[in-house]
C-alpha cells in the first residue's frame, strides 16, 4: 500500500459515500486509475466494508459503557467460548484483547441504567468463567473519529 492508496482509504473515511470522480479529484488521479485502486483495496481485503455513522443517542441508545472483564481462566476452551459468547451480544459493539489488569475491553451500549443492569445480569453473567466485571460510564465525548491518521 503506498501513500496514494491511503489517502483514498481517509477520503473514504471521511465520506464514505464520495462518487469516484470527486474521489479520484481529491487524491489527484484520474478516475480510472482511481477506480482500479479501490476495487484492489476492495478485493485485497483492505476496505473490509461500508457503513453509516449513525448516532447512538438519537438511535435511542444514548449510554455507552466501557466494560473491562477478566477471566477465571484462560485455558483454550474458556477462552474460545467466552470469544464465541460475546460476539453473539447485540448490546457489544467492540471487544478487544488487552494486556494489563483486564482480559477484555468492550464496548457497550444501552437505553439507560436499568438496561445495562439487564445486560450485566442476563447476558455476562450467563457466559461463565468471568472472575471480574468492571464498568466506566460515557458522560461525555471529547474526540470521535473513524478516519485513521497520516502515516508520514
Same mark, same amino acid.
Given at each position: 500500500?503506498?501513500? %496514494?492508496?491511503?489517502?483514498?482509504?481517509?477520503?473514504?473515511?471521511?465520506?464514505?459515500?464520495?462518487?469516484?470522480?470527486?474521489?479520484?479529484?481529491?487524491v489527484?488521479?484520474?478516475?480510472?486509475?482511481c477506480?482500479?485502486?479501490?476495487?484492489?483495496?476492495e478485493q485485497? /481485503?483492505?476496505?473490509? /466494508?461500508?457503513?453509516?455513522?449513525?448516532?447512538?443517542?438519537?438511535?435511542?441508545?444514548?449510554?455507552?459503557?466501557?466494560?473491562?472483564?477478566?477471566?477465571?481462566?484462560?485455558?483454550?476452551?474458556?477462552?474460545?467460548?467466552?470469544?464465541?459468547?460475546?460476539?453473539?451480544?447485540?448490546?457489544?459493539?467492540?471487544?478487544?484483547?488487552?494486556? /494489563?489488569?483486564?482480559?477484555?475491553?468492550?464496548?457497550?451500549?444501552?437505553?439507560?441504567?436499568?438496561?445495562?443492569?439487564?445486560?450485566?445480569?442476563?447476558?455476562?453473567?450467563?457466559? /461463565?468463567?468471568?472472575?471480574?466485571?468492571?464498568?466506566?460510564?460515557?458522560?461525555?465525548?471529547v %474526540?470521535?473519529?473513524?478516519?485513521?491518521?497520516?502515516?508520514?
Open positions: 500500500m503506498d501513500s %496514494k492508496d491511503q489517502r483514498i482509504i481517509r477520503a473514504l473515511q471521511r465520506n464514505g459515500r464520495i462518487t469516484n470522480q470527486d474521489l479520484a479529484a481529491e489527484n488521479l484520474s478516475p480510472s486509475p477506480l482500479r485502486r479501490l476495487k484492489l483495496l485485497s /481485503g483492505v476496505i473490509t /466494508g461500508y457503513s453509516a455513522n449513525i448516532d447512538a443517542d438519537a438511535y435511542g441508545l444514548p449510554v455507552t459503557v466501557f466494560v473491562h472483564i477478566k477471566l477465571e481462566s484462560h485455558t483454550e476452551a474458556k477462552v474460545r467460548q467466552f470469544e464465541a459468547d460475546i460476539a453473539r451480544v447485540d448490546q457489544v459493539l467492540e471487544c478487544f484483547v488487552m494486556t /494489563g489488569a483486564s482480559d477484555y475491553l468492550l464496548r457497550v451500549v444501552v437505553v439507560d441504567l436499568a438496561d445495562y443492569e439487564n445486560f450485566v445480569r442476563r447476558k455476562l453473567h450467563s457466559i /461463565g468463567s468471568i472472575a471480574s466485571i468492571d464498568s466506566s460510564f460515557v458522560y461525555g465525548v %474526540k470521535k473519529t473513524n478516519v485513521f491518521p497520516s502515516i508520514r
